[in-house]
């Protein structure tokens, strides 16, 4: 009470002016009249007052201050990150099958959804080994499996098979909380790495596998970056630098110039079905010894893009180049399982390695890598791999353990896939004889296509293919005239490039320049998937034909 009548008091002495009082002024004069036993006057709007008066300052805050800034003084604000400022190895990094061709691809493809005219009626993606994009059927077990795990409640189901039922149940019970939502260890889910480790021996015919040597990765890609991570060191002369094949596949190029490690470029013999030569690999590595220190020797067999496998006197001669040199090995197996030529047989390096005894099995230090992304499954979505790493020094161990744990753990439905690439049905169990079938299907359709592409590409005047033993590519070599390089050059663009965009704005066909995966000096190339359906590959081949010898007719 005492209160209200000092706020009385003040009512009847009269406020003090100023907008800073007009909140305290209406509730004094609220509470005046509830003292004095009348109605509460109603609260009058007042005009809203400008937020300056000329000759006067208005005080702001920051909020009112940000709102009333000039748009034109916000938009000169500077960006904190530019290409000027931003990390210059992210800059320098290129991937070239994700590129400027398969960007204007979907440009296109959106303005045939609009409706605009084209000399064609849809635009055929060759540009990446995305083999259920392209129309192939996923195997039936390995989504069963993957089903069973994401969705236990189905194992009792009587529509699934009891060999599915085991291996999802032995997946789930090592998963925390029997579940595929949590998290596995950083090296991935520990029965899974023991399938992996049978799955090697099974396939090397006897050689060991360590579980303890698995890891588990987010893809292939997951695995090779992580091991040029923890490789790649030094400055100046003493950079390390990472041997690989050219042509390559870009995500090498793009890891050694993210990590700002030293790339050394040796050349796949063309005029030899893209061969690996020692003396090839004996030049690039001393010319590369006078500027940096050469470490690391990248191997991809079956080779991606030039689909060539090596024999076993090759990896052997590099194994001891390798063992020689003392540098480390990385060997890129994904494509083990896309062997079509019958003149060629997968070897592994781990294999060789072992048979060329104690010197070289006890030394050498490789890295092996698979995926679930290629060979017959095509499950590139899963992001399911593995890499092996042997005679790893154990410290170099810890290290690497460390580094993986900070992304935590590869996806897990992932690996649940990749268990069951290495862990198939086998003879006797319900569903071996349709995993089988859909297998050899899938292998036996690639062969044939493997070898419709090298024969009519070699049909069509100006283009050459080597055969395509393995993986699932073709890598062309295309004659492009003079007077087309003078232009590619007058538009800013290297010849394969000007050659690769006019065939997917004049054909529809999206295919990859040979200078995003390295090329000789002065030749040209593209890569294309085989994995299109039959059909649709004839179909593509025949454009390509066309647009060949039109385009040559049009610059020679």
């Keep these: 009470m005492h209160r209200l009548s000092g706020l009385a008091k003040e009512a009847a002495a009269g406020a003090r002016p100023g907008r800073k009082y007009e909140k305290k002024e209406a509730a004094v004069r609220f509470v005046a009249s509830l003292v004095a036993g009348k109605q509460p006057p109603r609260p009058v709007a007042r005009p809203r007052r400008p937020l300056q008066k000329e000759g006067r300052s208005v005080r702001w805050n920051s909020a009112a201050k940000a709102s009333a800034m000039p748009m034109k003084e916000k938009q000169t604000r500077e960006k904190i990150l530019t290409l000027e400022s931003m990390n210059p190895q992210v800059k320098a990094v290129e991937y070239a099958v994700r590129g400027p061709i398969v ?12 409706g605009i005219k084209k000399p064609f009626t849809e635009v055929i993606k060759a540009n990446i080994g995305d083999a259920h994009a392209m129309g192939q059927q996923p195997i039936t077990f390995l989504r069963q499996v993957v089903a069973l795990c994401t969705y236990p409640n189905l194992l009792d189901s009587p529509n699934f098979p009891e060999d599915s039922k085991k291996r999802a149940r032995r997946i789930l019970q090592g998963c925390g909380g029997n579940s595929l939502g949590s998290y596995s260890a950083s090296q991935g889910v520990n029965c899974i790495r023991e399938d992996v480790a049978a799955y090697i021996e099974r396939r090397d015919g006897g050689v060991p596998a360590d579980p303890d040597n698995i890891y588990l990765t987010t893809g292939a890609s997951d695995g090779i970056a992580t091991i040029l991570k923890i490789l790649v060191s030094g400055g100046g002369r003493s950079r390390t630098g990472v041997m690989i094949p050219i042509p390559q596949y870009p995500l090498y190029s793009a890891a050694i110039s993210e990590l700002d490690a030293i790339q050394i470029n040796y050349y796949l013999d063309e005029e030899n079905c893209w061969a690996l030569d020692v003396n090839e690999l004996r030049r690039a590595l001393n010319e590369a010894k006078t500027y940096c220190n050469p470490k690391v020797l990248c191997i991809i067999n079956p080779g991606n893009p030039t689909g060539q496998v090596q024999n076993r006197k090759c990896i052997e001669d590099v194994i001891h180049f390798a063992w020689e040199e003392k540098l480390f090995l990385l060997a890129d197996e994904v494509y083990q399982d896309n062997v079509y030529s019958e003149s060629c047989q997968f070897h592994s390096f781990k294999k060789i390695l072992y048979q060329m005894g104690p010197d070289y099995c006890n030394n050498v230090e490789l890295a092996s890598f698979h995926s679930t992304s290629k060979g017959y499954m095509g499950e590139c979505g899963y992001r399911g791999g593995y890499m092996e790493v042997i005679n790893l020094h154990p410290d170099i161990k810890g290290q690497l353990v460390k580094l993986l744990s900070v992304r935590l753990c590869p996806p897990v439905s992932g690996q649940a896939a990749m268990d069951i690439v290495v862990n198939p049905p086998v003879p006797g169990e319900e569903s071996y004889a349709q995993f089988i079938k859909e297998k050899e299907s899938v292998l036996n359709n690639l062969a044939k296509k493997a070898k419709l592409t090298e024969e009519m590409f070699n049909q069509v005047p100006g283009i ?60 040209y190339h593209f890569r294309m998937t085989i994995l299109p359906p039959v059909e649709k590959l004839k179909i593509l081949l025949e454009k390509v034909k066309d647009f060949h010898i039109k385009f040559l007719e049009e610059y020679s």
């Design 464 to 523: 050459h293919c080597n055969p395509l033993q393995g993986a699932m590519y073709a890598f062309p070599r295309i004659f492009i005239p003079s007077k087309a390089t003078e232009t590619a050059k007058a538009h800013k663009m290297a010849p394969d490039m000007f050659y690769c965009m006019k065939l997917l704005e004049e054909m529809g066909i999206c295919v990859v320049p040979g200078s995003g995966f390295g090329q000789r000096e002065g030749t």
């Design 103 to 114: 960007l204007k691809a979907g440009e296109i493809e959106k303005e045939l959804r609009k």
